[in-house]
């Protein structure tokens, strides 16, 4: 596979520092809300960046940090008048959910930052060992100047980084406006934890570094997160971590470009702010989000528009439709199709090829898009034997192992529904036909489409 690596700034051969098994960190969500339809064009896009290593035949261990104490948190709990628990539990439950939802595979371990208090003081006595640390007012942080290779990743000038007024939000005295706090000292109404450095709690930038290290080791393969993440946030992870260690942290760095709504950025006052929930709501479903998530090239901005929403609906619409079609058609036409097969072989090769290219997943789609055409176009001709169909079964298996599209959920009809159909049948047999569109109607409006064959009446419900 060849990948985009932020730290260069070039396409790379991608090669694991263990052959065969690759060891990602992805940085993950801070629990105080519902995860936005922009964190999840980041978590999507990682996640097919883990089936494309797979599907490329790597192992992967992947790691995701839980943020369950961080400033949002601290400030929702003040406002709230909650516990740490109270405030946190209900939207870490909500993330796995949403996760599953949109068929984000599990990573092996989502560490939480209050379960790794003890790792994090030892990595900040490391830094302190070392004379990265200087003490002020009761907060530790990490001196900047003293770690030379600091803006490597971001490319930024010192001087521009200097410049930058909102370089940390917080309000503790630091020497240097770079620095950050490694330990934040105790304040009232706070949660807080004894350390050697005092009572107090861990930095944000911190729990990254601790839990890689303790899960994947000093020097690892790839990280992953958005853009914005790259400066202080990543910045601030190599300069911890290879601070501490003194080995190389990451050899290959990759960021995802921004989710856009109607090409302006997310926010809650300009009314364009959603959250996965928000859209099923709004009755859309999730795989067709999904898809539009997945469409774009993780490095070019994602639009999301209803409109959008609505063609990745009718997308899904053709494959779901191929799906029934095969399962409707079932046939023990003996022989073979070899101008299918070598289709087949060929485009399952062009989605492999595609991704392998930094994710080319424009390349991957139209792989699958022209498969589900020309499968069509053999169903009418009645020139797909069994054994094609088992081919293009197997191939679909593995495109799907990376989409996550084809399998349809469970649909349960309504007996109500049922009686319905039943009941539009036996007004045909009896020629009130009034009767019979009238029951179609109905159906329609309830999202229930029929078809009318010779073998009967089929139906299917509308997506989104
Ligand atoms: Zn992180």
Redesign the pocket.
């Known amino acids: 596979m060849r990948i985009y690596n932020t730290l260069s700034r070039r396409i790379e051969e991608f090669e694991p520092l263990e052959p065969g098994h690759v060891r990602m960190?992805t940085?993950?969500p801070t629990v105080y809300d519902y995860a936005h339809i922009g964190n999840f064009r980041s978590y999507v896009w990682e996640d097919l960046l883990r089936r494309a290593l797979k599907l490329h035949g790597y192992r992967v261990t992947q790691v995701m940090?839980i943020t369950d104490i961080e400033d949002k948190i601290i400030n929702k709990m003040a406002e709230e008048g909650l516990t740490l628990d109270e405030a946190t539990a209900p939207f870490i439950e909500a993330f796995f959910e949403d996760l599953d939802t949109l068929r984000i595979e599990r990573a092996e371990h989502y560490p939480r930052a209050t379960d790794h208090l003890q790792e994090m003081i030892e990595l900040i006595g490391k830094l302190r060992d070392r004379g990265l640390t200087y003490d002020s007012k009761g907060s530790l942080y990490f001196r900047i100047a003293a770690f030379e290779a600091y803006g490597r990743l971001s490319n930024l000038e010192n001087r521009q980084i200097l410049s930058g007024v909102s370089v940390d939000s917080d309000e503790y005295e630091k020497d240097d406006a770079r620095d950050f706090a490694l330990w934040k000292g105790v304040r009232p109404g706070e949660p807080s934890w004894p350390s050697p450095f005092g009572e107090g709690r861990p930095g944000?930038?911190l729990?990254?570094s601790a839990m890689s290290l303790e899960y994947l080791g000093e020097s690892f393969d790839l990280?992953t997160?958005g853009v914005d993440?790259i400066f202080p946030?990543?910045e601030n992870?190599i300069a911890q971590s290879e601070g501490a260690t003194g080995k190389p942290f990451v050899k290959y760095w990759m960021h995802a470009a921004h989710l856009l709504v109607d090409n302006e950025k997310m926010s809650k006052s300009k009314g364009n702010f959603y959250t996965l929930r928000d859209l099923l709501e709004r009755g859309h479903e999730p795989r067709a989000l999904r898809l539009l998530l997945l469409a774009t090239h993780y490095r070019s901005q994602t639009n999301f528009t209803f409109d959008a929403l609505a063609q990745s609906t009718s997308e899904l619409q053709r494959i779901d439709d191929l799906t029934a079609r095969l399962e409707r058609d079932q046939t023990t036409q003996a022989g073979s199709n070899e101008t299918f097969d070598t289709k087949v072989d060929e485009e399952a090769a062009e989605f492999e090829r595609s991704l392998g290219d930094d994710l080319n997943i424009s390349g991957a789609l139209g792989a699958v898009f022209r498969l589900v055409r020309d499968t069509h176009v053999a169903l009418d001709k009645h020139e797909l034997p069994k054994s094609s169909r088992e081919k293009l079964a197997a191939a679909f298996a593995r495109m799907d192992g990376v989409l996550a599209l084809f399998e349809r959920p469970e649909v349960v009809l309504d007996e109500e529904i049922e009686a319905l159909i039943v009941r539009r049948t036996e007004a045909r047999k009896s020629r009130d036909f009034a009767e019979a569109d009238r029951i179609r109607d109905e159906l329609e409006s309830r999202g229930i489409l029929l078809e009318d064959s010779p073998d009967g009446t089929i139906w299917k419900r509308r997506l989104g």
Do not use: L, Q, S, T
């Open positions: 960190y940085c993950g940090n944000w930038h729990e990254c990280h997160g993440n946030h990543h992870e």
